[in-house]
């Protein structure tokens, strides 16, 4: 971990009081514990300091061990060591925890990085010009599957492509980021597999609704009944059915002599590569044509709804069709994998 301190002098404010609401909050806090055990409120009195005025200072830091009878190094060692709290200041309307760990760095953290570099800082937390926006880079915010995503203070903001990203942050500097749902950020339930139910299935009731739904436009979905241990019964949404002679479906070709490497598209890898090819689908400049209904319906049969938005798919396949890797490299700024 990298060595963590307090901010500049410069920027300490001279002294630290919580309001009125805080106070009381505190004292009821601190009651909670044992007496000779009051040092164990240190972690929740610290978070709450930190959200009255958006960051730990030595004032409250100070504050916080005279009122659990510590010594002042003690809570200065708590401050430093976890990395929730912040010990400089941050943006007023928005300090932005890009995750950066594994799962989310594989589904494009990294563009995420780019656009708080591009609209905050270059630096992390660095503020903006009118120090209302800052943002960093943390480890597993413990939503893998929802990768990539981000933290604004309390709240999570998944499934994020470079552009809903900066929809989010052009918000939150408005003021009118609580009109941004916080949890993923496109269609799905929470955490729910892409397309709907991937397993428990067998419900007669379901299979018979997923066989009628093949006849269906494909961005319908089936809906049918599952009968509980109690005997209720509850809506049970059937993952939609990509219809090989829908009309929605792109168009194929014969498989030409020299076929595009499909796998220089950033998410594509040699199974899926195959599946394209299965399709008709041998080249970037098919792909680059794909208009919203021909990317749904394929979506849906490759079974991961929003995925080749989220990749930019149809970006990166234009650049390549224009102008193979010398003209992606102009585009993306660097080589495609």
């Known amino acids: 971990m990298s060595a963590r301190r307090l901010a500049q002098d410069s920027l300490q404010p001279a002294s630290f009081k919580f309001n009125a609401a805080n106070a009381k909050w505190a004292r009821e806090t601190i009651r909670r514990y044992p007496k000779g055990r009051q040092a164990s409120a240190v972690i929740p009195l610290l978070m709450r300091a930190q959200d009255q005025d958006g960051w730990v200072t030595k004032a409250s830091i100070e504050t916080m061990a005279d009122m659990l009878n510590m010594p002042y190094i003690r809570v200065l060692e708590v401050a430093t060591f976890y990395t929730q709290f912040q010990l400089q200041p941050v943006g007023t309307k928005a300090h932005i925890q890009v995750c950066?760990?594994?799962?989310?760095?594989?589904?494009?953290?990294?563009?995420?990085?780019?656009?708080?570099?591009?609209?905050i800082s270059q630096q992390p937390f660095e503020t903006n010009e009118d120090g209302?926006?800052?943002?960093?880079?943390v480890e597993c915010q413990g939503a893998c599957v929802n990768a990539p995503m981000i933290m604004v203070f309390k709240d999570t903001y998944e499934d994020l492509s470079a552009d809903r990203l900066e929809e989010i942050i052009d918000a939150f500097q408005s003021g009118e980021g609580d009109k941004i749902k916080p949890g993923t950020q496109i269609e799905r339930i929470n955490s729910a597999p892409f397309?709907?139910?991937?397993?428990l299935t067998t419900d007669p009731n379901v299979k018979k609704a997923q066989s009628s739904g093949r006849s269906n436009n494909t961005s319908k979905v089936a809906t049918a009944?599952?009968?509980?241990?109690?005997?209720?019964?509850?809506?049970?949404?059937?993952?939609?059915?990509?219809?090989?002679?829908?009309?929605?479906?792109?168009?194929?070709?014969e498989k030409p002599k020299q076929a595009d490497d499909l796998k220089?598209?950033?998410?594509?890898?040699?199974?899926?590569?195959?599946?394209?090819?299965?399709?008709?689908?041998?080249?970037?400049?098919?792909?680059?044509?794909?208009?919203?209904?021909?990317?749904?319906?394929?979506?849906?049969?490759l079974?991961?709804?929003?995925?080749?938005?989220?990749?930019?798919?149809?970006?990166?396949?234009?650049?390549?069709?224009?102008?193979?890797?010398?003209?992606?490299?102009?585009?993306f700024g660097k080589e495609p994998r």
């Open 195 to 199: 397309g709907g139910l991937t397993a």
């Open 100 to 119: 950066g760990t594994t799962p989310c760095m594989l589904r494009g953290a990294g563009d995420l990085i780019a656009v708080c570099k591009k609209k």
């Open 303 to 331: 079974k991961f709804k929003g995925r080749i938005e989220r990749d930019l798919w149809i970006k990166q396949a234009k650049a390549l069709a224009r102008g193979g890797r010398e003209e992606y490299v102009k585009v």
């Open 225 to 253: 009944k599952s009968t509980s241990r109690a005997g209720s019964t509850k809506p049970v949404k059937a993952a939609p059915v990509a219809n090989l002679d829908d009309k929605n479906r792109p168009k194929s070709i």
């Open 132 to 137: 209302t926006l800052s943002w960093e880079e």
């Open 264 to 301: 220089l598209i950033s998410g594509v890898g040699p199974k899926l590569e195959g599946v394209l090819h299965t399709l008709g689908i041998y080249t970037f400049s098919q792909i680059a044509g794909w208009k919203k209904a021909e990317r749904e319906w394929v979506d849906i049969y």
